[in-house]
């Protein structure tokens, strides 16, 4: 790989409540393997190093996984915390300045080669980068009191891996938590107060968040 070094950033904090699963989702099993390391394995032909956040009560058993499924890809494991704002926060500092460092989600194990690498070189031209995809339903406007349609056009849904000139994203990352930080994109734009740079994601990268993604996962891998 040519220019700047490249992390992934890849959290993984979920309880998976709204999953209906005992186990949490990025550890259920997907095609024979669980989502997370399907996740990593679409990440790492794409970059130098793979940071994994993970909550402290899940790493011993994210080894016994590791073992049990012959898992060998490198990684190093950052604590979690109570929050992703606070996961993220963690997983950066093992990333060093002067790098690019895609922050993606542990269960979107869908994303493409061409989404990845798009992410990559719109961050290394701009500083920071994002997939999106446009809406296809139409859209309004919702209160208790009242409701309005709105042009889907000027709306897009977005997805990870959200990358970012490392330094910069730091910075960022350092300000206090607010409830208004929904990703890193936010974050971001909060601290700067610029726009990241948008560019077209892939229809698959789903994040699995509800038993129907992942049985829609299963039939698109297979």
């Not at 959290?11 to 005992?22: K, S, Y």
């Not at 500092?93 to 460092?101: H, I, M, R, S, Y």
């Not at 409701?147 to 897009?156: E, F, I, K, L, T």
Request: hydrophobic letters at 40%.
């Amino acid at each position: 790989m040519n220019g700047k070094p490249r992390y992934a950033l890849i959290v993984a904090g979920g309880r998976g409540l709204r999953m209906g699963a005992e186990m949490p989702k990025q550890f259920l099993p997907l095609t024979g393997l669980p989502v997370l390391m399907h996740t990593m394995r679409r990440l790492a032909p794409h970059v130098d190093e793979i940071v994994l956040v993970l909550p402290v009560e899940h790493h011993s058993f994210w080894q016994e996984l590791c073992t049990r499924y012959g898992f060998m890809s490198p990684h190093r494991v950052a604590a979690g915390g109570d929050t992703r704002f606070a996961s993220v926060h963690s997983g950066l500092e093992l990333v060093p300045d002067g790098a690019l460092v895609a922050i993606h989600d542990g269960v979107r194990p869908l994303v493409s080669a061409e989404t990845i690498e798009a992410c990559f070189h719109a961050a290394e031209a701009a500083g920071a980068a994002a997939p999106y995809r446009p809406l296809t339903e139409s859209l309004r406007y919702y209160t208790p009191e009242a409701n309005h349609a709105v042009d889907r056009s000027q709306y897009v849904t977005v997805q990870t891996p959200q990358t970012f000139r490392s330094e910069w994203i730091r910075e960022a990352y350092a300000m206090p938590y607010e409830e208004r930080f929904t990703d890193d994109c936010s974050v971001y734009e909060s601290y700067f107060g610029c726009p990241v740079t948008l560019v077209e994601g892939n229809a698959e990268n789903i994040k699995l968040t509800t038993p129907q993604d992942l049985a829609l996962a299963e039939l698109l891998m297979r």
